[in-house]
């Protein structure tokens, strides 16, 4: 049998963008879906992509796998990563800047909810301002928006937690912040222009909160200044969604 060049061109055209073309599937190589727990019949929804509307797509995807009775999309929204790859082209290093995009949200199923969509658990929770209230993040989001290594942190022994991190990335700038409570701070990720901040809040040497401040955020010292001014801890400012930072509380607590 036969095959005409134009045919066999086609069929090669074709194999190539089926071969290009991603699949809906769990977080894998840095692309795929990760689904963390919220509530009951309640979850986060993250799919990572390099395709902008595929990720659209593949997100309600995995919403009508986990929730096969139905589903209520509380919030949808859409984060573009910015990268940028020089590469070498008549001598000289070209910037060619390129994109991946995070399609997130949180949905409530109708009815129980699938097994076959796999569930990730995590520490790390935000004051969410579309639901106002503390919800979690997965630690795929925060190395991704944050350009920073997370999932170690939350391993750290309560006490001498400072000293733990200090090892690695030195001596911290400390400064009080009212009952008692010190505040470590590193400068870490993030860019040149908006470095973030990781800091652990301490009372008589004891972890009470990681805190992880974007780099949008203001400075840490402005926000002691600022809890101080409203009278108020820096941990209720966090948790309550006045100053937006990502936060892990120990389950081990201190006997103070």
């Known amino acids: 049998m036969r095959v005409n060049k134009i045919t066999f061109f086609i069929f090669i055209v074709a194999a190539s963008i089926m071969a290009c073309t991603p699949t809906q599937r769990p977080l894998k190589n840095g692309q795929g879906y990760v689904v963390v727990p919220a509530g009951e019949n309640h979850y986060r929804i993250e799919y990572y992509l390099k395709h902008a509307k595929l990720a659209e797509t593949y997100w309600n ?18 984060h573009v990563l ?41 520490k790390w929770r935000e004051f969410n301002a579309e639901t106002k209230s503390i919800k979690p993040v997965s630690d795929r989001w925060l190395t991704e928006t944050l350009q920073l290594y997370v999932s170690h942190l939350p391993d750290m022994p ?36 908006f470095p973030n901040q990781i800091g652990l809040l301490e009372q008589e040497n004891c972890l009470k909160l990681i805190i992880i401040l974007p780099g949008v955020s203001a400075f840490a010292a402005s926000l002691v200044e600022k809890s101080s001014i409203e009278g108020k801890g820096l941990e209720h400012l966090i948790t309550s969604g006045v100053l937006p930072a990502y936060f892990y509380r120990p389950k081990s607590q201190c006997s103070f």
């Open 158 to 193: 309560v006490t001498n937690s400072v000293a733990t991190i200090a090892k690695d990335w030195g001596k911290p700038q400390q400064q009080p912040s009212g009952n008692k409570e010190l505040l470590s701070v590193w400068t870490k990720g993030g860019d040149s222009w």
């Open 82 to 122: 910015n990268f940028d790859m020089y590469v070498p082209i008549a001598g000289n290093n070209v910037n060619i800047g390129r994109q991946e995009f995070i399609q997130y949200g949180e949905v409530v199923c109708e009815g129980e909810p699938s097994n076959t969509i796999a569930l990730t658990e995590t």
């Open 61 to 78: 995807t995995t919403a009508g796998q986990l929730c096969p009775g139905g589903f209520q999309v509380l919030y949808s929204k859409k």
